[in-house]
């Protein structure tokens, strides 16, 4: 049988000052990274199984970095991949990077045009709607709760980070660079734009005096908002959905960490749908 040769271009490098590094260097400076959106722009995935999900996403990969046994695991993935990868040891990617890479490799892609709301929207039966969430870690994991329980899309309204900052790409596991997002614009004016694609908007809420979400959810397309580790949404985001609906809590508790009451109406859209 013959064995697949990658097309990609494997370069060794010793210097941890070479300039064909520059789109990994610094990751942890909060003003010189390279996924900086004002900066170079650049998505970074982190590790392998990320690394395989960004081959085959949208994102354009340019370069990778990694120690040879990371690219021995990626053979096949590189098979029809054209670009370098820089091979190289554990200590010269730290002296890079700024940190010990347990991972042993990374991807680098440029950020494509964003999705527009109509193109996220059609043919989705199920979207989460986040509107202040600006914790990284959250929202990475609720790319995958996303992922996992068959949301179709993200959108965003006002005051949510940005998703592919390196630490939001490794959380979700790279899905956020293949569960489709987009921006809503006008928030929450905007949200007017969904309701007319047939969704049915219910903030959730943790309100005891709301309906549970099992009996509110009613729609054949269904939008779920969540808002902002602590406050939640906005009483003015709230005004614009349809419905508000909680999930019930045990006496002596009144809310749940964001990303886990996402993934808990996720299930619910599941179970109920």
């Known amino acids: 049988m013959r064995q697949t ?11 941890p000052a070479d300039p064909r590094l520059d789109n990994f260097r610094d990751l942890n400076s909060s003003d010189r990274r390279p996924d900086l959106p004002e900066g170079k722009g650049l998505v970074i995935a982190e590790g392998v199984l990320v690394a395989q999900r960004l081959l085959t996403s949208r994102f354009d990969p340019i370069a990778m970095l990694g120690v040879d046994r990371r690219l021995g695991e990626l053979t096949d993935d590189l098979a029809d991949v054209d670009m370098p990868f820089y091979r190289t040891t554990a200590d010269v990617m730290a002296e890079v990077v700024g940190f010990h890479l347990n991972r042993g490799v990374l991807a680098a892609a440029h950020r494509p045009p964003p999705l527009a709301l109509d193109e996220v929207l059609d043919g989705a039966n199920t979207i989460a709607i986040l509107e202040g969430v600006n914790d990284h870690e959250n929202l990475g994991s609720m790319f995958r709760n996303a992922a996992g329980l068959g949301v179709d899309a993200v ?11 390196r630490r939001a790409v490794r959380v979700s596991m790279g899905h ?17 734009a969904v309701r007319s694609k047939g969704f049915q908007l219910i903030s959730l809420t943790p309100n005891p005096a709301e309906q549970t979400l099992a009996t509110a959810m009613t729609g054949e397309k269904v939008a779920l908002l969540l808002g902002a580790e602590g406050p ?7 005004r614009a959905t349809d419905v508000r609906a909680r999930i019930p809590m045990a006496p002596g508790t009144d809310s749940l960490n964001v990303a886990t009451a996402a ?4 299930y619910e859209r599941v179970r109920t749908n």
């Open 232 to 238: 939640g949404l906005t009483e003015h985001a709230m």
């Open 155 to 165: 959108l965003f309204g006002k005051g949510c980070a940005d998703p592919l900052y």
């Open 176 to 192: 956020v660079l293949r569960v489709p997002f987009a921006q809503v614009p006008e928030w929450p004016r905007g949200l007017s």
């Open 5 to 15: 040769v990658p097309v990609v271009h494997v370069i060794d490098i010793a210097d």
């Open 263 to 266: 993934a808990m109406a996720f």
